[in-house]
Each structure stands twice: as structure tokens, then as C-alpha cells.
């Protein structure tokens, strides 16, 4: 059974870092495509990083670049989105997504992680 279980997000002020982690189980992650989408209220879900495996370009959208770095670690089966400068237009819900296939829209993805919070305020 595969499982994406995404965890490292919270309450953060404006210019604060996080750290969300994704790991899975029932796959090996360095064979697939992983993407890391966020979702706000009232909001459809975005892509916001994609990575095809750790020696290929890694897609950023606009909004996070400079700010955002995919990284992940083959050998825990685990990716990471490293999260600096945060700002409160990104907060939302933050969910890994893992495909052979996939590319920069949800529909594109099989698998899911539940989601972490982040939430960016004063």
C-alpha cells in the first residue's frame, strides 16, 4: 500500500523558515515524479515545486523562486521543501504528490499525502 505522509508545517511569521518533509512507503521515491502542491481556502490546488529525480532540474513556480528549494533524500525514501522568506500568501495546505508521470497539475498525480498546514502571520 502506498502512503506519502507529509509532516513539518505550522504557525510561522512573515520572513520565518520551515522544513516540510514527505515520506513514503510502498514506492521508491527516486523513481518517480514528486511535486509539492499547496491549496488556500476558496482555492484550487497549485503546484508549487516539481522534482523528477535528484540529478534533473527542479521546476519552481514564479511565486517561490529564490525562496523554496526541493530537495530529497534517496536513501530515506523522503523528500523535503526547505521554505525561507515565508510570506502570508503562502499559507495554505501543503500536500506531496508522487507519479511516473506526473507534471504541474494535480490530475497528473496517483498519489497523495494528507497535507500539512502552513499557515504564515503576525
Known amino acids: 500500500q502506498v502512503q506519502l505522509v507529509e509532516s513539518g508545517g505550522g504557525l510561522v511569521q512573515p520572513g520565518g523558515s520551515l522544513k516540510l518533509s514527505c515520506a513514503a512507503s510502498g514506492l521508491t521515491l527516486e523513481s518517480y515524479i514528486i511535486a509539492w502542491f499547496r491549496q488556500a481556502p476558496g482555492t484550487e490546488r497549485e503546484v508549487v515545486s516539481v522534482s523528477a529525480n535528484s540529478n534533473s532540474r527542479t521546476h519552481y513556480t514564479d511565486s517561490v523562486k529564490g525562496r523554496f528549494t526541493f530537495s530529497r533524500d534517496d536513501a530515506k525514501n523522503t523528500a523535503y521543501l526547505q521554505m525561507n522568506s515565508l510570506m502570508p500568501e503562502d499559507t495554505g495546505k501543503y500536500y506531496c504528490?508522487?507519479?511516473?508521470?506526473?507534471?504541474?497539475?494535480?490530475?497528473?498525480?496517483?498519489?497523495w499525502g494528507q497535507g500539512t498546514q502552513v499557515t504564515v502571520s503576525s
Open positions: 504528490a508522487a507519479d511516473h508521470l506526473g507534471g504541474t497539475h494535480p490530475h497528473e498525480y496517483d498519489y
